[in-house]
C-alpha cells in the first residue's frame, strides 16, 4: 500500500523559512516522480515543485517559487523535502505531497497534477504579514 505523509507545516512570518517532509513507503523511487502541491483557500490546486528519480534527477519549479524554495530527495530514506525560504503571505496553502511511482521517465510535464496516482492528506503552511 503506498502512503504519503507530510510535515513540516506550520505557522511562519514572512521572510521565515518551513521544510516541509514528505515519508513515502509502499513503493521505491526508481523511476518515480515525487511532487509537492499546493491549494490556498478560493484557488484551485497547483504545482509548486517536482522531482524526478531518473534523467538525471530533473526538478520543476513554478515561477512563483523559483529562487526561494528548493526540492530534494533522500531516496534512501524514501523521503523528500521542500525547504521554504523567504516565505511570503501569498504561499499560504495546503501544501500536499504527490507521487507518481514507476513512471518518471514517461513524463514529459514532471509537476502536471494528472500524472500523480498517491496523494498525502496535506500539511497547512501559514505565512503571516
Known amino acids: 500500500e503506498v502512503q504519503l505523509v507530510e510535515s513540516g507545516g506550520g505557522l511562519v512570518q514572512a521572510g521565515g523559512s518551513l521544510r516541509l517532509s514528505c515519508a513515502a513507503s509502499g513503493f521505491t523511487f526508481d523511476d518515480s516522480a515525487i511532487g509537492w502541491f499546493r491549494q490556498a483557500p478560493g484557488k484551485e490546486r497547483e504545482g509548486v515543485s517536482c522531482i524526478s528519480s531518473s534523467g538525471g534527477g530533473r526538478t520543476y519549479y513554478a515561477d512563483s517559487v523559483k529562487g526561494r524554495f528548493t526540492i530534494s530527495s533522500d531516496n534512501a530514506k524514501n523521503t523528500v523535502y521542500l525547504q521554504m525560504d523567504s516565505l511570503k503571505p501569498e504561499d499560504t496553502a495546503v501544501y500536499f505531497c504527490?507521487?507518481?511511482?514507476?513512471?518518471?521517465?514517461?513524463?514529459?510535464?514532471?509537476?502536471?497534477?494528472?500524472?500523480?496516482?498517491?496523494w498525502g492528506q496535506g500539511t497547512q503552511v501559514t505565512v503571516s504579514s
Open positions: 504527490a507521487a507518481a511511482p514507476a513512471k518518471a521517465r514517461l513524463l514529459i510535464r514532471l509537476c502536471q497534477q494528472r500524472n500523480y496516482d498517491y
